[in-house]
């Protein structure tokens, strides 16, 4: 039976403690006060889904990649090389999503968000921390 993997991003306003964000980003059950505190005040949006199938054997390559599976990989790599954090979304972190997340000839297909919306979760969050979490329901604020 195929996984099937799905893409929230939670804009959360307050920084994360490295602790608490290596206890995230490793799917550990530790505690995470701040972290939990944080995601109870957080806007979500659903960005989309992808199944085994779109899981590259080079995840550098692109291919049989789809749009929510690159922002997916990229905010993993942003929240674990250098340090544990929660990526603070400004600017160029912004641009970096809206270029991953433009469809590519060689995508295999998958739900997906529009972009127009993506870029407006994003440009009204500038300044919050975003992690990959799912609530369980939209609460695009």
Request: proline share 9%; charged share 25%.
């Amino acid at each position: 039976m195929e996984a099937i993997y799905q893409l929230w991003l939670a804009a959360v306003p307050s920084r994360i403690p490295e602790n608490e964000a290596r206890i995230y980003w490793n799917c550990k059950d530790d505690p995470t006060p701040v972290l939990d505190a944080g995601l109870r005040r957080a806007s979500y949006l659903y960005v989309g889904s992808w199944g085994d199938e779109h899981e590259p054997e080079n995840p550098y390559a692109g291919r049989g990649h789809c749009p929510a599976n690159r922002v997916h990989s990229w905010l993993f790599y942003r929240g674990t090389i250098d340090c544990y954090q929660a990526p603070l979304l400004d600017e160029g972190l912004m641009a970096q999503l809206v270029e991953l997340y433009r469809p590519r000839s060689s995508d295999l297909p998958a739900d997906a968000i529009d972009l127009p919306r993506l870029k407006s979760f994003l440009r009204r969050h500038l300044g919050l921390y975003l992690l990959t979490e799912e609530p369980g329901s939209e609460t695009d604020g």
